[in-house]
Every structure is written in C-alpha cells, then in structure tokens.
C-alpha cells in the first residue's frame, strides 16, 4: 500500500501508544494527502520518532510528507521550522497540522548528507553557518525551554551515578554536573525572556543538500529544538564521524577543533560549548555504557566525558 510503515520502523515498536500510532498512521498519511493532493512517489523512510513518505503535490513539486509520534522533540519541530523559515538554513515547511504532529516538506536529497562530505573540517563549517543562522532567530512559543532539560540530565547522572558507581572519574561526574548548573543559572536569571533558537541535533545525519536542479545549498532537518544556549550545539556533531578523528592519529584534538570550527561563524563561546559537550558526554556514558557496552557512541563519548577545560 502506498502510506505503509517500513518494516524497521514496525519492528522498533514496543510500547502501547506507539503501536496505536503506527496502526493509525497510514489513514492518517493518506487523508492529509488526499486534503493537500499529493500522490505517493517513492518508499517510506523513518527515524526513531517519525515516518517520512516522499510525495509529489498537484503541479509536480517533490516534497516529503511527515508523520511523527508526539512527543517534546516533534510538538516543537514545526514552530522551530516556522521562526527559522527566512534563514535559509533549514527544510521549508509546505503545509502543517499541529495537532497530527504532521508536517509537509520540501523534499531534500537523502542521498547527500554532510556524512557523505568528504572534508569534515568543511562539514563542520556548514554546521557552524546553519548554527549561525538558527540561533539568530528568537525561540517561538511551544518550543521547549533548555532548562528543563538541564535540570532533566542532572537528575540523570545523579541517578545513573549512583546506580552504577565508578563508571566515569569522580572528577568528571563533578564536573558535568557543576557545568549544568551553571548553565541552569544562567538560564533562570533570563527567566520567561526571549531566547535563541537552538536545533539540538544538527549531526551530519541531519544536514541535507537541495535536489539536483534547485538553488544549492545545505539544510537542517528534523530539530530537538529548545529556547536556549547556542553552544550546546557542538554535542551532537561530535558523536559522528569518529573514523574521521580516529583517522588523524589524534582524535581529542580532532574532536577539538570541530568544537572551534562550528563556533566561529556564530562567534559562540567555545569554552561554554566543551562545558556542555562535556557534561552531555557524561550523562551519555553513565547509561550507554552500562547497558550498551557496544554502542558505536561509547568511544567519542569516553574522550569527551574527560575533558577538563
């Protein structure tokens, strides 16, 4: 059938609410197609929240029909995409329905991502110009404020802490947590104030290019989007790529230089985003590496969690 769920997304389902989604979700792809006339072009792709099929509307546009299960990081995506919309940077939303966490897209090239790059210094780059532009946009309304999150992962490393002992240095875990809280404070004394617009997984993954024949140019999808600290942007692109670093004979300093790089073009603090690296590695490792010894993330995350400035 044309609205299928792909079978490894199926196959990832194993709480209730998610079964009765995905049970759901091809009527529901199928009745936004019918109301905004688009006709199936192409197998379906998904992530871990959200089904993708690739549609073409009634003139002809190749587009991208979204379907994500509600949660923190899909009720803030469509606002998120909304405010940054005159940036350039990230994917054009063509139609949307809150409600349905459904969302009509322009249609990318899922064949050229900033993985596929073969400089990583430039990929980085480009990260870096897209983290420019979104953290010049004010985070609307009904995109989570950062720190919740914070207060979230310091809970977390408490949590896992205890749970498992010594599974990082003493120091680090001290560390990380005395980086969130300052960050926290720092947050709080802003209180409801405008704060930048942050992606929150703008990983090379998450970087597309335009279809061959468009303007060309490089952007972000499928935001975790908080009201926040730019700076906390670094995390996400530092756990890929880690033959890249490998491949330099000195993976920290590789991992280092990335943090610069996307830095720059936003003049971040690059003190503050190791900070948030840091602390975000940590509270990676204290669950990862218990549960998912194997994890393909265990290995940038070890060498961040121990960074000390």
Not at 84 to 110: C, H, I, K, N, Y
Not at 174 to 181: G, I, M
Not at 283 to 291: E, K
Request: negative net charge.
């Amino acid at each position: 059938m044309a609205w299928d769920v792909p079978p490894v997304f199926l196959e990832s389902v194993h709480d209730q609410d998610r079964r009765e989604w995905v049970t759901a979700a091809p009527a529901r792809a199928a009745a936004l197609a019918d109301r905004w006339q688009l006709t199936p072009d192409g197998a379906p792709m998904s992530g871990y929240l959200a089904v993708v099929w690739p549609v073409r509307d009634a003139t002809g546009r190749l587009l991208a029909l979204k379907l994500s299960t509600h949660d923190r990081a899909s009720d803030g995506e469509i606002p998120a995409l909304l405010a940054a919309a005159d940036t350039g940077v990230v994917v054009e939303v063509v139609e949307s329905e809150p409600a349905q966490a459904a969302v009509l897209l322009e249609r990318l090239d899922p064949q050229r991502t900033l993985e596929q790059l073969p400089d990583v210094d430039e990929a980085c780059g480009v990260i870096g110009t897209i983290v420019a532009g979104i953290s010049a946009v004010t985070a609307p309304p009904g995109v989570a404020r950062m720190v919740d999150e914070l207060a979230r992962v310091s809970a977390a490393i408490r949590s896992q802490h205890d749970k498992w002992g010594v599974v990082l240095p003493r120091w680090a875990v001290d560390r990380a947590l005395s980086t969130l809280a300052d960050l926290a404070a720092d947050l709080e004394a802003v209180g409801d104030g405008p704060l930048p617009l942050v992606h929150a997984d703008c990983h090379f993954l998450n970087v597309l290019h335009t279809l061959p024949g468009q303007s060309a140019r490089w952007k972000a999808i499928d935001p975790f989007p908080f009201a926040g600290l730019p700076e906390a942007e670094v995390v996400a692109p530092l756990r890929n790529r880690w033959a890249d670093a490998l491949g330099t004979g000195e993976p920290e300093r590789a991992l280092r230089r990335r943090v610069d790089i996307i830095c720059e073009p936003a003049a971040l603090d690059t003190a503050v985003a190791r900070a948030f690296a840091q602390a975000f590695a940590v509270d990676n490792i204290l669950w990862l590496l218990p549960d998912r010894p194997g994890d393909m993330f265990i290995a940038p995350y070890s060498t961040i969690a121990l960074w000390r400035d």
